[in-house]
């Protein structure tokens, strides 16, 4: 069953294995956070924008510094920045380990390096930038959990790294896929994850108004 969309799932989204690890929501106090990269920023957000229990989310880039944190110079690839969303959540609503659980079955795959699809280079890499030991401990403890089940054909290579500073990205790229539904891009790759999203994960959607 390998090729669920644009990834190298091996088995149904539906399938996928919660973390054997997890923080609960005794766990934590108030709102929680986590910077995520898998790829542009525009399919990260358009997935999560749907899910109940996330609070804000903001796209921006991390893992380099302040002086090259645009899009022009990111988009070049000479810099260690990745294309990020910064994902704050309510952990009474869902976890951090349920947050990972999206991040690896619908919003990208964690098997290609410094690739998502035809966006090639590093500023596309997957990354989890972590914000505590608790969050690393729990995104180690799944990623061997997943390799060892060998849900995807290849080898996770999502980089776990500690958050030093996140950078908010330009205006208009901030809801991008949801004011844009249209854009070929949008259209052609982060509606698919979305409507995965919603096929697969229908319990864990915001009630539409």
Not at 35 to 42: D, K
Not at 44 to 64: P, R, W
Not at 120 to 142: H, L, M, N, P
Request: net charge negative; charged share 25%; with cysteine.
């Amino acid at each position: 069953m390998a090729g669920w969309g644009d990834t190298s799932l091996q088995i149904s989204p539906d399938e996928f294995p919660d973390p054997e690890v997890d923080l609960t929501a005794s766990d934590a106090t108030g709102e929680q956070m986590v910077v995520l990269a898998g790829g542009c920023f525009w399919c990260i957000e358009a997935v999560y924008a749907e899910v109940d229990g996330i609070l804000e989310l903001v796209n921006g880039y991390a893992g380099g510094t302040r002086a090259t944190a645009d899009y022009d110079t990111v988009c070049s690839g000479r810099t260690d920045h990745a294309e990020a969303v910064q994902v704050r959540f309510d952990p009474k609503k869902i976890s951090f380990g349920q947050v990972l659980k999206l991040f690896f079955s619908v919003a990208h795959d964690p098997t290609t390096l410094n690739r998502q699809g035809a966006d090639v280079g590093r500023q596309y890499r997957s990354a989890i930038f972590y914000t505590d030991a608790d969050q690393k401990r729990v995104a180690e403890a799944y990623v061997e959990q997943l390799d060892r089940a060998k849900v995807f054909s290849g080898k996770i290579v999502t980089e776990l790294q500690p958050l030093d500073e996140f950078f908010v990205g330009e205006e208009y790229h901030q809801g991008y896929a949801a004011a844009h539904p249209n854009q070929p891009y949008i259209a052609a790759v982060a509606m698919p994850k979305v409507h995965k999203l919603r096929k697969y994960f229908g319990g864990k959607l915001k009630a539409r108004t």
